[in-house]
């Protein structure tokens, strides 16, 4: 579970604008040292998340073979790209198999109060019943029962670890009880040691009423309370796989550079070399695109080079020129690729070669 999250948003995006100067004024809490870290030893290998992401699991799941934490219980597994975690894709069906047989809103009581198969929308309102109970409380006397970025802090993790998962401690020092009611409240609920059983209850689990969660549907849970719990309001269920225009779109430009030729001077000019990547999609490489406004080795101008050149590393085009460049003043030389989304980046180079 994330221990501390960014506390405002840092950095605009394309078509953003930031009116307002938190960020980089609103920290509350004494920085880590970085020296003091784990990452800071020279020993630690930095994850390469453009190749895969590392995601916690148990010791039996595995794919590292190291060890992360004292008792050895820990374990890292891999999965390619971005990860995502989404509400009708992948918390949805975690409650249908699990919860709503006790959480359905059909039956007359449903259990403790809580609907966990709510579809209904209101009008305005587009997240589903379901999801604004458990993320966007009706009242201040509601239970609030997530609270995103911050799984270890509220209610519904506790219930689906069966304990408080804050770092509080369950019972508090005797004497000091009435100290504790203040300071220790998180988001307006005070210190209590959980009370009720874990959920899906044991006892349901055990009778074959419902299957319990496994240690990959929590982490589920808890990743997209983490990551703000995601919902995608242009998600189709007859088309589960479609991305749409909402949470799951792809809205990042591929990353592109055009490393030779340099802008302005170059006194040379052999080779023409490119890097890029897609951290989305992914890139749609027969949009790849390179082409120079003036005649290359028997080429005509405009001519897509992107054919000619081969992969040199992995995201690294080169095209080298079989006989140098001419002496020319001014030449253009324009790059792109689109990923898979359809989002283009494109560069236009000027440049001239000789003396
Ligand atoms: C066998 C029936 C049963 C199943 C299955 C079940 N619950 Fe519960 N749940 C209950 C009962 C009964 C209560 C009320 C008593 C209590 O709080 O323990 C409850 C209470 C809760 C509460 C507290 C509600 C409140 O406002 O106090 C949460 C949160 C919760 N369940 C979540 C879940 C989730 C998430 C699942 C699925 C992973 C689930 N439950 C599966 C029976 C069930």
Same mark, same amino acid.
Request: proline share 8%.
């Given at each position: 579970?994330? @221990? ?20 980089? *004024?609103?920290?509350? +809490? ?16 930095? =994850? ?65 109060? @809580? ?5 209904? /929308? ?27 970025? +911050?799984?270890?802090? /509220? ?23 009435? %100290? ?87 006194? @040379?000019?052999? /080779? ?16 790849? +695109?390179?082409?120079?406004? =003036? ?9 897509? *080079? ?7 590393? %992995?995201?690294? =085009?080169?095209?080298? @020129? ?18 898979? +989304? ?8 000027? =440049?001239?070669?000789?003396?």
């Amino acid at each position: 579970m994330v @221990l501390n999250m960014a506390q405002t948003w840092h950095q605009s995006r394309p078509g953003e604008v930031r009116n307002d100067c938190g960020g980089c *004024l609103s920290h509350s +809490q004494k920085p880590t040292d970085f020296n003091l870290t784990a990452a800071a030893k020279p020993t630690y290998v930095p =994850f390469d998340l453009t190749r895969r992401t590392p995601l916690l699991t148990t010791k039996k799941n595995d794919q590292s073979g190291k060890q992360w934490d004292i008792n050895d219980e820990t374990g890292l597994r891999y999965v390619t790209g971005a990860f995502n975690v989404e509400y009708h894709r992948d918390i949805k069906p975690i409650l249908q198999r699990s919860c709503v047989a006790c959480h359905g809103g059909k039956a007359e009581e449903p259990a403790g109060g @809580l609907v966990l198969d709510d579809e209904s /929308r209101q009008p305005g309102q587009n997240p589903p019943g379901t999801y604004r109970a458990l993320v966007h409380p009706k009242d201040t006397k509601s239970m609030r029962y997530t609270w995103p970025f +911050q799984s270890r802090n /509220r209610y519904l993790t506790w219930r689906i670890f069966g304990r408080r998962t804050d770092g509080f401690p369950e019972k508090i020092a005797p004497g000091t009880e009435s %100290d504790h009611a203040g300071h220790l409240a998180r988001g307006g609920l005070p210190f209590s040691p959980s009370k009720g059983s874990i959920m899906p209850p044991v006892d349901a689990v055990k009778s074959g009423k419902v299957a319990p969660l496994t240690d990959e549907d929590r982490r589920m849970i808890v990743r997209w309370i983490d990551l703000g719990c995601p919902i995608d309001h242009d998600f189709d269920a007859k088309n589960p796989d479609r991305r749409g225009n909402g949470w799951m779109l792809d809205d990042q430009r591929p990353t592109l550079t055009l490393t030779y030729p340099q802008a302005g001077a170059n006194k @040379l000019l052999t /080779r023409i070399v490119v890097g890029m990547y897609d951290y989305g999609t992914g890139l749609d490489m027969e949009s790849f +695109q390179v082409t120079a406004d =003036f005649p290359i080795a028997n080429m005509a101008a405009g001519t897509n *080079l992107a054919k000619q050149g081969r992969s040199k590393a %992995d995201g690294v =085009f080169e095209f080298v @020129l079989p006989a140098r460049a001419p002496v020319m003043t001014k030449g253009t030389l324009t790059v792109s690729v689109c990923d898979r +989304q359809g989002n283009t980046t494109r560069i236009v180079r000027t =440049f001239s070669v000789g003396p």
